[in-house]
Every structure is written in C-alpha cells, then in structure tokens.
C-alpha cells in the first residue's frame, strides 16, 4: 500500500467496508453509528440471484470462497500472518511439552503446561475483550503479537542458554497465553471492518482455515525441527513468524471502536449485554453443550487401549482426527455464504457433532471411528462459522471485543469441564458409555434450545438481530 493510499485507508478507517466515507463532525458519534448500521444492510446477502455468488460452477461454489483475501489487502494480509504464526505457535507448544517432559521425565509436570496457560486466558480473555472496546484494535494486536513474539525469543533464548530451569518455561507459557487473550478479541473484533458483511462467513471459513492449518501442520513440523535440532528451532522459528502478523497489524488503518464511549468499558457490562440478547445467547449456549457434553478428548488414551488395544500412536490419530475434519470442512465451506437461516444451521451443526460423537463410541473400529471423529470436526467447523458470524453483525461494535472476550472463556473453559464430565461418567461407568451418552447430551441440550428459543431457528442474516 502506498502511503496516499494508506493515508485514506486511516481516514475512513471508522466506517465499515463498502460504507461512503464522509466529514466526521465533532459531535458525529451517533451519525458514524447510522452510517455502520446502512452499510451492513446493505451488504448483507449475498441475495439468492446475486450473479458472483450464481456464476461459477457448482464444483467452484463448493471450495472455500476466496473473495475476502482476493478482494481486501488488509484482511490478506492478516490472515496470511495469523496464518504463519498460527503454525509457529503450535510448533512452540510441542517444543514446551517436549522441554518440560526431557526435564522432568514426568507426564503429571507436563500436564501443568495447560493449567499454567489457563488461568491467564480466563482472567486476560476477559479483561482483554474490555480493552478491545475502548482502545485503538490495531495498536491492541500490534502489542499482543510483539509480546508473542518476545516470549518466542525468550524461549529460544533459554533453549539455547541450557538453562533447564522448568519454572522459566512456565512462566513464559503463563504470560504467552496471557498476551494471547489480550490480543485475540481486538483481532476478531477487526474483522467486520475489513470485509463487507455479505463477506464475513467466507471470512470466518477462511480463518478456520488457517486455524486447523496450524494445528495439522504446526505439530508435525515442531515435531521434526525439534528431532533434528532441538526446541530453540521450533522457538527461534516462531519468533521469525510473528513478523507476518507484525507487518500486517502495522499495515492497518486505526481501528478504534464506534458507537458512544460511556467511561471503561465493563466486562459485566458485556455479560449483561449477552443475558439480554438471546440469539447470541443461544448460540454460546449450543457451543458450551456441545464441548461439555460432547468432547471425549480425556478419554483417548483409554479408548485407545480398551477399543482398539493401540498405543500412543493410535492415541495421536484419535487427537488429529477432528481437526483433520476441521480443516476439510473449512476447504468445502463455498456453501456457506447462501445461507441465510444462521440458527437453524449452528443448532444442526451441533446436532451432527452430538451424533457423530456417540457414533464414535458405538463402533469399536478403528478407522470408522477416525471417520467420525472427523465429521464432528467437520460439523464443529460448520458450527463455528456462523457463530462468528452471528456475533460479528447482531452484535454492536462497541460490544464485540467483550463477547470475543467472553467467547475464548468458553473455548479455554468448555472443554476442560467436558474433561471433567467425560472423565466422572467413564469412572461410574465405562469409556463407551461416557463417549455414547455425551454425544446424546449434546443432541438433547440442541433440542431443548430450539423448543426454548424457536425463534433462534429462524434467524435470518439478512436481518441480523441479536
């Protein structure tokens, strides 16, 4: 981008993609908040006869549309350094797991890694969200990737120093998630600015994409750097990476938030915000069901054994195989911007995860249960699409930094209660049982949203309401 360009880009940084930018009077809040509202409705769609959405093939329709990072520069630019750094991020996980496990030769000090990454992503989640709808989004990222950047070096830094001290490693993981949760609403938050709403759900497949990309490739490739060179590789590798994000947050325009400023934003203030609207209430709810009930993941090492009589290996399939799901129903996600009954979509997504789920504890072969477990991925992808896309224009955007905020809560927290729940059941029962019975669940809590809020069925994008 030239600097002309870049200069316009700032001044029209505060209107939504497509909208006319215009003189901004001093006391123009409320008409900067009109102009946003015009702009979405009028880019949402794309309408059923929309010739660009009609004209390809069906074959071409089916693929990922790719029109967000064709069409827009600044959101290419950060999907393809989330992209980068996504990949780098989970090559530094496993170099940690790796460094813990070679220090301590113990899985109990190996499994406090994820209690050490929790907490900060609770508490900073939160507090992040808040920030995110007070402050400059783009200066927000800029902080979050440096700091993750940072911590990456420190890491290569003690790596190659020897220093073998396993309380360092979780400090740094404690303060990576900590810059993480700071950072990732304000990320989310950009995006309805950098695509015109019509745009969003093939915005959101696409950063599900690189997501799932990160979590296939990512641990693959720590794990060969680090057999051939050690973990300072996979860290010094990361560090590189954040430079992708780095120039792409540094590219972007201001992103303050719009709307009415009234003092701090308030965390409870985004929790009453959520009690109040019940389409976005329903649709964290249909994802809480679906990662309490519904995620088996504690339980692989002993399905592992007593399904199939594997060993770690299989225990590695029955992890990958979800996001390998995850990442093809990302690919084949052309569908999903003619979708206009958004509800009625998350709930059968679920739906499927939930059916999928118990499928996988019924039938004891191995790779019908990695097919399965792929579909839920599948179906999760599906899922996750349109709730980001629900919560990105139902929701005001002075607002959408806290229920991002609120969101990765769900995310960190959710399956860590299914943990929980999948570990009590299989205790008091067997394995099968607990994986059969969660996916039940998870069918009868979608069932019982849709009876309480029928309205979330009809749920139309084109009318967004919260």
């Given at each position: 981008?030239?600097?002309d360009q870049?200069?316009?880009?700032?001044?029209?940084?505060d209107?939504?993609?497509?909208?006319?930018?215009?003189?901004?009077?001093?006391?123009?809040?409320?008409?900067?908040?009109?102009a946003?509202?015009e702009?979405v409705?009028?880019?949402?769609?794309?309408?059923?006869?929309d010739?660009?959405?009609?004209?390809?093939?069906?074959?071409?329709?089916a693929?990922?549309?790719?029109?967000?990072?064709?069409?827009?520069?600044?959101?290419?630019?950060?999907?393809?350094?989330?992209?980068?750094s996504?990949?780098?991020?989970?090559?530094t996980?496993v170099?940690?797991?790796v460094?813990?496990?070679?220090?301590t030769?113990?899985?109990f000090?190996?499994?406090l890694v994820g209690?050490?990454?929790l907490?900060?992503?609770?508490?900073?989640?939160?507090?992040?969200?808040?920030?995110?709808d007070?402050?400059?989004?783009?200066?927000?990222?800029l902080?979050?990737?440096?700091?993750?950047?940072?911590?990456?070096?420190?890491?290569?830094a003690?790596?190659?120093?020897?220093?073998?001290l396993?309380?360092?490693?979780?400090?740094?993981?404690?303060?990576?998630?900590?810059?993480?949760?700071?950072?990732?609403?304000?990320?989310?938050?950009?995006?309805?600015?950098?695509?015109?709403?019509?745009?969003?759900?093939?915005?959101?497949?696409?950063?599900?994409?690189s997501?799932?990309?990160?979590?296939?490739?990512?641990?693959?490739?720590?794990?060969?750097?680090i057999?051939a060179?050690g973990?300072?590789?996979?860290?010094?590798?990361?560090?590189v990476?954040?430079t992708?994000?780095?120039?792409?947050?540094?590219?972007?325009?201001a992103m303050?938030?719009?709307?009415?400023r009234?003092?701090r934003?308030?965390?409870l203030?985004?929790?009453?915000?959520?009690?109040?609207?019940?389409?976005?209430?329903?649709?964290?709810?249909?994802d809480?069901a679906?990662?309490?009930?519904?995620?088996?993941?504690?339980?692989?090492?002993?399905?592992?054994?007593?399904?199939?009589?594997?060993d770690?290996?299989?225990?590695?399939?029955?992890?990958?195989?979800?996001?390998?799901?995850?990442?093809i129903?990302?690919l084949?996600s052309?569908?999903?911007?003619?979708?206009?009954?958004?509800?009625?979509a998350?709930?059968?997504?679920?739906a499927?995860w939930g059916?999928a789920?118990a499928?996988f504890?019924?039938?004891?072969n191995?790779?019908l249960?990695?097919l399965?477990?792929?579909?839920?991925?599948?179906?999760?992808?599906?899922?996750?699409?349109?709730?980001?896309?629900?919560?990105q224009?139902?929701?005001?955007?002075?607002?959408?930094?806290?229920?991002?905020?609120?969101?990765?809560?769900?995310?960190?927290?959710?399956p860590?209660l299914?943990?929980?729940?999948?570990?009590?059941?299989?205790?008091?029962?067997?394995?099968?049982?607990?994986?059969?019975?969660?996916?039940?669940?998870?069918?009868?809590?979608?069932?019982?949203?849709?009876a309480?809020?029928?309205?979330f069925?009809?749920?139309?994008?084109?009318?967004?309401?919260?």
């Open positions: 981008m030239s600097n870049h200069s316009s880009s700032a001044a029209s940084a209107t939504a993609p497509g909208a006319s930018a215009g003189p901004d009077p001093a006391d123009g809040r409320a008409a900067a908040d009109t946003l509202t702009a409705t009028a880019t949402a769609g794309p309408l059923p006869d010739p660009v959405a009609t004209a390809a093939p069906w074959y071409r329709r693929f990922a549309d790719l029109s967000p990072l064709r069409d827009h520069a600044d959101y290419r630019r950060v999907w393809l350094g989330q992209a980068v996504s990949i780098g991020q989970q090559m996980a170099a940690v797991s460094q813990v496990y070679d220090l030769g113990s899985a000090a190996t499994g209690i050490f990454s907490v900060p992503l609770v508490v900073f989640g939160l507090y992040g969200g808040a920030i995110a007070t402050v400059d989004r783009r200066r927000l990222g902080i979050g990737s440096g700091g993750l950047a940072a911590v990456s070096a420190v890491l290569a003690q790596a190659f120093a020897g220093l073998g396993v309380a360092v490693l979780y400090a740094a993981v404690a303060v990576q998630a900590g810059f993480f949760a700071l950072s990732s609403p304000a990320r989310s938050a950009m995006i309805p600015r950098l695509v015109p709403t019509h745009q969003l759900p093939a915005a959101n497949a696409l950063n599900t994409v997501m799932n990309l990160g979590l296939t490739v990512g641990p693959m490739l720590g794990g060969v750097l057999g060179y973990a300072q590789a996979a860290y010094l590798l990361d560090t990476a954040f992708g994000t780095l120039y792409a947050m540094w590219r972007l325009p303050r938030p719009l709307g009415e009234k003092g934003a308030s965390v203030d985004g929790l009453r915000f959520l009690r109040e609207q019940p389409n976005l209430r329903t649709s964290f709810l249909a809480l679906a990662m309490v009930f519904g995620m088996p993941r504690a339980l692989f090492p002993a399905i592992a054994v007593t399904f199939y009589g594997g770690a290996g299989t225990v590695g399939l029955l992890v990958s195989a979800p996001a390998v799901g995850a990442l129903g990302a084949f052309g569908w999903v911007g003619r979708v206009h009954r958004q509800g009625i998350v709930l059968a997504a679920v499927a059916l789920i499928a504890g019924a039938l004891h191995l790779w249960g990695l399965f477990l792929a579909v839920a991925g599948c179906a999760d992808t599906v899922s996750m699409i349109f709730r980001n896309t629900m919560m224009v139902a929701a005001p955007d002075e607002m959408r930094g806290r229920l991002q905020g609120i969101f990765i809560v769900v995310v960190a927290g959710g860590r299914g943990d929980f729940e999948s570990g009590t059941v299989a205790a008091l029962t067997n394995p099968a049982t607990s994986v059969i019975s969660g996916g039940l669940a998870c069918v009868a809590a979608v069932l019982l949203l849709a309480r809020r029928p309205a069925l009809t749920y139309d994008a084109r009318h967004p309401t919260p």
